[in-house]
């Protein structure tokens, strides 16, 4: 079935996410709010002119990536060296066909990247230079690496360092991953979720973003997902596909986010978030860390929220 303009199905559904994290200033979080409502926007206009799930998601995470205010793409928080190594993957719940790429540099849109992984390649994940060379063979412009840091994500790496503090699974401060869920007018369900880390992480550190089943995934036949939060912690657990076990197992969305979220925090300490619509189209966004900017387009309807309890509903143009 094909949807074009005209025939709206009001099944559509785009829900995305803004990265788990600690405590935002209130200038940052009305500047949050705006680009989450912008990428969920985006992406509900695609599924809205007959896009796949798999064009809404990847459409609604490069506006993200493309954003400063976000730790994905430009923006993204900088390793030990200063340096900026990004992961981000992309999965079609139609065929559970998948993309990954991780410690990736000097490209505007990892996500994009992930998606001719998983098109283009027998494969379903490739890091370093292979990577790197996959994106030239494929004609994806080289950026010089200034072109993704941020005075912000400078400053940061900088008062991390002073601080010294490595990352604790109870207090992830690294917020502003993005990650997207999409419904399309033929039930099709995917994922795409990317982010550059963890701020002073090591060298050729990877975390949960990348890994299909930690950072996401996508099963018409249960639900597509996207997770942030303490990446160790995520991978510990294999959030994603833990969720979505939930799920198989009766529970309904709401429940299964609460069992596999509570169980990473028990279990760990680990907090994090997560976005998840189920394949009857019901759709959640829950976390244990402070807060989570995310949004959600369903029904010519737009909700965002950032903290616990201030969710705001718009109509869609
Ligand atoms: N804020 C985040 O979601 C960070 C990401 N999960 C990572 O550990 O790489």
Redo the contacts with the bound molecule.
């Keep these: 079935r094909f949807c074009g303009a005209g025939s709206i199905d009001m099944s559509l559904v785009l829900v995305v996410h803004g ?3 600690s405590n935002i200033s209130t200038d940052r979080k009305e500047r949050m709010r705006q680009g989450i409502a912008r990428a969920a926007t985006e992406g509900y206009n695609i599924l809205k002119e007959g896009g796949s799930a798999v064009d809404a998601v990847e459409g609604a995470v490069a506006v993200l990536e493309n954003d400063p205010e976000f ?1 994905a793409g430009c923006g993204s928080v900088l390793n030990v060296n200063g340096d900026v190594e990004m ?1 981000a993957s992309i999965m079609d719940g139609k065929n559970l066909s998948a993309g990954a790429v991780s410690a990736v540099r000097c490209i505007a849109n990892p996500i994009k990247l992930a998606r001719l992984v998983m098109e283009k390649t027998p494969h379903c994940f490739l890091t370093g230079h292979g990577a790197e060379k996959f994106a030239a063979d494929m004609g994806v412009p080289e950026i010089p690496v200034e072109k993704l840091i941020t005075e912000r994500s400078k400053k940061h790496l900088e008062k991390e360092k002073q601080e010294k503090g490595a990352e604790k699974p109870d207090c ?1 401060k ?4 993005v990650g997207a869920v999409a419904m399309d007018c033929n039930g099709n369900l995917a994922y795409a979720t990317s ?1 550059g ?2 701020v002073n992480k090591m060298i050729g550190r990877v ?3 990348p890994c299909i089943g930690a ?1 996401g995934y996508a099963d018409n036949n249960i639900g597509a997902i996207s ?6 912690s ?1 991978l510990k657990v294999n959030l994603a596909r833990l969720t979505l076990f939930h799920i198989e197992q009766g529970k309904t969305a709401e429940e299964a986010a609460e069992l596999a979220l509570n169980y990473m925090k028990s279990k760990l300490k680990g907090l ?1 978030g997560l976005i998840l619509i189920s394949k009857t189209g019901d759709w959640v966004a829950k976390w244990t860390s402070v807060s989570m900017p995310w949004a959600a387009a369903k029904d010519d309807k737009l909700q965002t929220g950032i903290d616990f309890g201030d969710t705001k509903i718009v109509d869609l143009p």
Excluded: A, L
């Design positions: 990265g788990g994290g730790n992961d992830p690294n917020t502003g991953t982010t880390g963890i975390g949960d973003s950072g997770t942030t939060g303490h990446g160790e995520i994090g």
